[in-house]
């Protein structure tokens, strides 16, 4: 999580502290903050938030940084191919929530083409996310793809296969388009080729075709369309995927966070801070390990922007340019 433009929007800002009396009393009430170094104050609060505005906060008090971030970047749900808060009733800014809202119908167009990567004779119940980029045309993370595929053995241009498990079955992979929290819903397509990974010191990036029916004869979701423009610091974005509890995140942290609720498809809001050459970017919305291979959407466009691959705790989350995803799929979607 790169802090620098939590609060470069002044409305969220003097929220926060206007707010804060409200946001400490339901933080507290989830305990963990009683060795809080300085307390939890408004006067605490308002120092870090100025340091965190100026850009030299480092990162400290996890408590403190976990009610920030569920106030200025909460996690929504979403279910029937929509979004919303989760119902615990906890304060979040309403100016982010009302940025969220501007943009409902360009997210809801996205959403339905991200899906879930599931497995099947795998350790492993899931892999990451994958979303639409072409017609029966998947994109992730090669480290997602590396989960369940290989390169081939057979020699230079062999194309990739299937990782066997322990028992010698060939893993399958799956797009399921829902997973979404207490919903039903199913829409299971086979992952029936892996058509590119990228090799290492390469981009984060692996393309990966799709049945062209699911198991009940349903037809692929749409392709979302790529933004292969300059990305813009501080430009507005929704990151889309699927969240999963992180050994490597404080546990108290991720449960005041995301309640308890993980493997299922959620919306984070956030902006672009950071350009990185021509083809990485960083983003500040909350993420977790399952978010692997997310869409970074810009809000008012509803084109993708980029391709999540990675978060550091406390420093910045970063994805591949949507430029450069474009020119893998060019390249090697056939």
């Known amino acids: 999580m790169d802090y620098r433009q939590l609060f470069s929007d002044d409305e969220v800002r003097q929220e926060f502290l206007d707010r804060f009396d409200e946001i400490a009393a339901g933080a ?13 104050t408004v006067d605490r609060a308002a120092e870090v938030v100025e340091r965190m505005a100026q850009g030299d906060w480092v ?3 996890s ?3 976990a009610i920030i971030e569920r106030f200025a970047r909460p996690v929504h749900l979403v279910q029937r191919s929509t979004f919303r808060l989760p119902p615990d009733g906890r304060p979040t800014s309403a100016h982010v929530t009302a940025r969220l ?9 996205a959403i339905p083409s991200v899906g879930r990567i599931d497995l099947r004779n795998h350790r492993m119940q899931w892999a990451g996310t994958g979303w639409m980029v072409g017609p029966r045309l998947a994109v992730t993370n090669r480290h997602v793809a590396e989960v369940f595929a290989k390169q081939a053995q057979s020699g230079a241009g062999a194309g990739f296969a299937f990782k066997q498990s322990w028992t010698g079955k060939a893993v399958r992979a799956e797009l399921d388009w829902y997973q979404e929290h207490q919903q039903p819903e199913e829409s299971r397509f ?9 090799p290492d010191g390469s981009h984060d990036v692996a393309l990966l075709r799709i049945g062209a029916t699911d198991e009940d004869g349903g037809k692929p979701p749409p392709p979302i369309e790529l933004d292969t423009s300059g990305a813009r610091t501080g430009r507005w974005v929704g990151v889309i995927g699927y969240p999963a509890r992180d050994s490597r995140a404080d546990p108290g942290d991720q449960q005041r966070i995301f309640d308890g609720v993980y493997d299922c498809k959620r919306l984070a809001g956030g902006k672009l801070t950071a350009v990185q050459g021509k083809d990485v970017v960083h983003h ?6 399952g978010n692997s291979g997310s869409a970074v959407i810009d809000l008012d466009s509803g084109k ?6 990675a978060g550091e705790a406390g420093q910045r989350n970063v994805a591949v340019h ?8 060019r390249a090697h979607g056939r």
């Open 28 to 40: 507290t009430a989830l305990g963990g903050f009683e060795g809080m170094d300085g307390g939890l």
């Open 59 to 61: 990162s400290g008090d």
């Open 63 to 65: 408590g403190l940084e």
């Open 101 to 109: 809202e501007r943009a409902r119908r360009p997210l809801e167009r």
């Open 190 to 198: 086979r992952v029936t080729e892996v058509v590119w990974i990228e």
């Open 284 to 289: 500040d919305a909350t993420t977790l390990g």
């Open 304 to 309: 993708a922007v980029a391709l999540h691959f």
């Open 322 to 329: 949507a430029a450069a995803v474009a020119r893998i799929v």
